[in-house]
């Protein structure tokens, strides 16, 4: 039973007549015949009966047409959709992020980009990098900013930010006024750190801390989803503690003088943030999100 078979049926039941078939469908009337001839074999069943002048559906003939007849609609569709999505005018997208990227920055992009193709499902989600990446693999994502590279060959990543981490303090703390400050002094101090969102740094931190055999116990834990950098950027003014944080988030702090970077020499920690998609999966869409991103990533 070919696609074939089935629209002479149905050209056939709508015209009322085998010569009128032909000429819609372009083909002569024995075409039409041999096509609707095969297709009462192939079934084992007539479809027409002849009363009159006219073909008739018969029983059988009827219950087909109305399976077929909205199938052949949407397969006749197709073409249009697909020029539609190639058009970016409808299709479906499925990002994810890591951390940070996932709570605030991904957001912002997601609101722009639909705004800009209203007619395009867009779903993010936010994980760790880990999980992101089976998502990947799976076929449930179609891009990921992932905290850490990814270790399956199929995930292709990018780099996409690469930031310095810094530590804050007030302008009026001791160590503010230092031309130098050693990490162990800033390990005695109390420390903010960020939950959830900015486990990343918090690992690094840790990590840091261990290597040079420093005890690590911070006094004050923000939500990074919730809280936000806002919150751990007024705790630190407030005077409740130093914190690590990417430079260029507090840029603008340090130029109105509400807050100062420490310098600490040999801190040379960096956080990096990679655009990851399959290898083998294709979104016409991806490519156009990632110039969204492009627009936010040093927000």
């Known amino acids: ?42 079934l084992n069943v007539r479809l027409f009966e002849k009363l009159g002048i006219k073909p008739h559906l018969t029983e059988a003939g009827r219950r087909l047409f109305e399976l077929v007849n909205d199938v052949l609609a949407t397969i006749e569709k197709i073409p249009e959709e697909l020029d539609q999505v190639k058009g970016l005018k409808n299709g479906r997208l499925a990002v994810g992020g890591s951390g940070f990227a996932g709570s605030t920055l991904l ?38 900013l ?29 160590l503010a006024k230092k031309r130098s400050v050693p990490l162990a002094l800033v390990a005695k101090e109390p420390l903010i750190i960020e939950e959830r969102g900015g486990g990343t740094i918090r690992n690094m931190i840790e990590t840091l801390f261990a290597r040079n055999g420093l005890d690590f116990a911070p006094v004050l834990k923000i939500d990074a989803v919730f809280g ?22 507090v840029a603008l702090d340090i130029k109105t003088g509400r807050l100062k970077v420490l310098k600490i020499p040999g801190l040379k920690l960096k956080r990096t943030m990679y655009l990851a998609f399959h290898k083998r999966r294709q979104n016409p869409f991806v490519q156009t999100f990632v110039d969204f991103l492009q627009r936010y990533k040093e927000k």
């Not at 990814?150 to 292709?156: A, E, G, R, T």
């Not at 936000?228 to 988030?249: M, N, Y």
Request: aromatic share 6%; glycine share 8%.
């Open 1 to 42: 039973m070919t696609l074939w078979q089935l629209k002479a049926f149905t050209t056939v039941a709508k015209e009322g007549s085998f010569t009128k078939a032909g000429k819609v469908l372009g083909i002569s009337q024995p075409s039409v015949s041999a096509l609707i001839i095969g297709l009462h074999k192939e």
């Open 107 to 144: 957001p912002i992009a997601v609101q722009a980009f639909k705004k800009a193709f209203p007619t395009v499902k867009v779903s993010l989600m936010v994980q760790p990098s880990v999980v992101l990446e089976e998502k990947l693999l799976n076929g449930e994502l179609d891009l990921g």
């Open 146 to 174: 992932l905290g850490i590279p990814p270790k399956s060959p199929l995930i292709v990543a990018r780099l996409f930010r690469e930031e310095r981490i810094v530590v804050i303090a007030p302008p009026n703390h001791r």
């Open 228 to 249: 936000g950098r806002d919150a751990l950027k007024t705790a630190v003014a407030s005077g409740l503690g130093l914190a690590f944080i990417p430079e260029h988030q």
